[in-house]
Structure formats: structure tokens, C-alpha cells
């Protein structure tokens, strides 16, 4: 039995500009970090000629064409396995539809475990870049690539993404006393909502593909925060960083009606008032985590679990997509 794990994912800044319809025209820029929270992958040979896979559900079919499984067809496909004799299981930490990324980590781990199952070796690069050829390429989801590059890299990571299609990455560099404040005071409270980030990406992604002057101009001003966000990182300001997740919340919400909701708005504005100097809901919008940087955690977690808020701690992955099992 072969286990590989791949790492969900929390973004810092920049979010909106890693899609295509922004960074092949203006260059995208991002700040994500990986957190001990995995979606799992088995892969094992069985002694019967169909190919079971298990997920929310149980498919048990002859040919790779006959999956329902958008991305475990698609990525069968794209390595040119039949995938008879195999049985796939998947397991997550946290559920889909949440804001962390779960599809690249998902993608990822996938890969992963059938090029170990295959006795290949492939870059961790590599793995990144397929992983978008399956989810945009050839399911032509409308999203963008950071999640793919965080689940496959790990760590605390920026990203730039240039018009030409190449990816620069480097890891953000903090000592670490910077490190261990930033894990400890970032804080995670699941809303209760879930939804498929593809709807409301979509919507960002079409206005900037016919150029909307105002959704342009909302990612320059979305980019050039993550880059502020950089240097408070790397300068150990993290009150700064927090006052600029703030910032970045108000623009993201103006980028589409559905990105979130009274009530999200509502407990937004008690953590606001209960020690949270900033914070932000992960991910395309609509539901998932919100993510708050305070430096009173005790107020603020009274005040927003009283609201029946449940929170998720975590620390920082730096392995990225990984065999647990071989």
C-alpha cells in the first residue's frame, strides 16, 4: 500500500492574482504557508480486474473513461493508466468546499501516489505544474495556481507568477521568534458555510479576461498589498501584516457580491472588536475559515466560539506533498 499526503493551505497575500486572466497580462504575486492539515491518498493492488475508488462515495468501474471523479479520471488519463487492479481511497483532515485549497492538495497527492506507485521520481516543480495541466487545463476550472504550488512545496512560500507561464518561488525568510509568533497568533474559525470556490473565481476570471478596468485595478492594489505584507513578514512587523489583511478583506469583498454574506460580515466585525487586528476569510470567499491575526486570543476566541464558531488550530507544514507509506 503506497499513502501520500499533501498539505492544505492558508493564504497571506496576494490572493486573486495567480489566475491566468491576471498574471499572463500584469504578473501575479502571492504569499501562502502550508498547515498541518492533509488530504490523503492510498493507492493498493487488488486482485480484481475493476477499479475501486473511494471518496463521499464508492465507485467500482472497468474503464478509466467511466469515472465520475472529475480529477482522479482526468489525472489516470493524463499518466495513461488503465487503473485496473488499483483501488484509490481519499481521506481530508477538513472538508472540501472550505477556502484551503483542498483540490490542488487533493491533485497533488494524487500524483504523488500514482508515480510511486510507478516507481518515478519527479520534481517537486514537476508536480506542481501537472497538477494545473489536470485542474485547468483539462478541467477547465476556472482558478488560479497557487494551491497546487503551496500543496506541492509547503512551507511559508512566496510566489510569482509571469506571463509566460513560469513560476518563481522563493521562501519567505523569518526568524524565529517572527515564526513562532505568526503560528501562534494566527487564528482559524470555520463559518459553518461551504461552497465551490470555481463559481465565484469564475466571476473575477471573466472580468479580467475583457480587461474590467475595476477588477484590474482591485488585484494591482490586492498585489502590491501582498508585497507590504512581505516586508512586515520579513521585517518581523506582524501587526502590520494583520492591519494588512484588513486592507486586503475590504478590496476582496469588492471584487464580487457573492464573496460574503451578513453574517460572515457580522462576526467579521465582533473579532474586529474583540482583540483581532485583522483578518480575512481564506480562500475565493463565500464561506469556508476565517483566518484572524490577534494578539488576544483568549477574548477573541471567547467571543467568537460563543457564536458557535468552531476553530481549527494548526501549526505550519514545511514538507509539502509527501509518501507517508511505501
Given at each position: 500500500m503506497i499513502i501520500t499526503r499533501s498539505p492544505l493551505r492558508i493564504s497571506l497575500g496576494g490572493g486573486g492574482t495567480d489566475l491566468p486572466s491576471y498574471y499572463r497580462k500584469h504578473t501575479g504575486f502571492l504569499i501562502a504557508a502550508t498547515i498541518n492539515k492533509y488530504v490523503y491518498i492510498t493507492i493498493h493492488k487488488t486482485f480484481v480486474e475493476?477499479?475501486?475508488?473511494?471518496?463521499?462515495?464508492?465507485?467500482?468501474?472497468?474503464?478509466?473513461?467511466?469515472?465520475?471523479?472529475p480529477?482522479?479520471?482526468?489525472?489516470?488519463?493524463?499518466?495513461?493508466?488503465?487503473?485496473?487492479?488499483?483501488?484509490?481511497?481519499?481521506l481530508a483532515d477538513i472538508p472540501s468546499g472550505t477556502g484551503l485549497g483542498s483540490s490542488g492538495s487533493f491533485t497533488t497527492a494524487l500524483l504523488k501516489a500514482l508515480y510511486t506507485y510507478n516507481n518515478q521520481i519527479v520534481s517537486t516543480r514537476f508536480l506542481a505544474e501537472q497538477a494545473c495541466k489536470i485542474e485547468m487545463d483539462r478541467l477547465r476550472e476556472p482558478i488560479g495556481k497557487?494551491?497546487?504550488?503551496?500543496?506541492?512545496?509547503?512551507?511559508?512560500?512566496?510566489?510569482?507568477f509571469l506571463p509566460d507561464e513560469k513560476v518563481e518561488i522563493s521562501p519567505v525568510r523569518l526568524d524565529k521568534e517572527t515564526l513562532y509568533n505568526l503560528e501562534d497568533n494566527l487564528v482559524l474559525f470555520f463559518t459553518g458555510y461551504s461552497r465551490s470556490a470555481s463559481s465565484i473565481l469564475k466571476e473575477q476570471n471573466d472580468k479580467s479576461k475583457v480587461d474590467d478596468e475595476e477588477i484590474t485595478n482591485n488585484l494591482?492594489?490586492?498585489?502590491?498589498?501582498?508585497?507590504?505584507?512581505?516586508?512586515?513578514?520579513?521585517?518581523?512587523?506582524?501587526?502590520?501584516?494583520?492591519?494588512?489583511?484588513?486592507?486586503?478583506?475590504?478590496?476582496?469583498?469588492?471584487?464580487?457580491?457573492?464573496?460574503?454574506?451578513?453574517?460572515?460580515?457580522?462576526?467579521?466585525?465582533?473579532a474586529m472588536k474583540n482583540g483581532a487586528v485583522g483578518g480575512?476569510?481564506?480562500?475565493?470567499?463565500?464561506?469556508?475559515?476565517?483566518?484572524?491575526?490577534?494578539e488576544d486570543k483568549m477574548k477573541l476566541r471567547h467571543a467568537l466560539m460563543k457564536e458557535g464558531l468552531e476553530e481549527v488550530r494548526f501549526k505550519f507544514d514545511f514538507e509539502g506533498t509527501k509518501v507517508v507509506v511505501q
Open positions: 475493476d477499479l475501486l475508488i473511494k471518496y463521499s462515495k464508492l465507485e467500482r468501474v472497468r474503464h478509466v473513461d467511466d469515472i465520475e471523479h480529477i482522479i479520471r482526468e489525472t489516470l488519463r493524463e499518466l495513461e493508466m488503465t487503473g485496473n487492479y488499483i483501488e484509490i481511497t481519499s497557487q494551491d497546487q504550488y503551496i500543496a506541492a512545496f509547503g512551507g511559508i512560500t512566496t510566489f510569482e494591482h492594489f490586492v498585489k502590491e498589498i501582498g508585497k507590504q505584507s512581505l516586508l512586515a513578514l520579513e521585517t518581523g512587523n506582524l501587526i502590520k501584516c494583520g492591519e494588512l489583511m484588513n486592507v486586503h478583506w475590504e478590496h476582496k469583498k469588492k471584487r464580487s457580491g457573492n464573496m460574503s454574506n451578513g453574517k460572515i460580515d457580522e462576526w467579521y466585525e465582533l480575512k476569510l481564506i480562500g475565493a470567499g463565500g464561506g469556508g475559515f476565517l483566518m484572524f491575526y490577534t
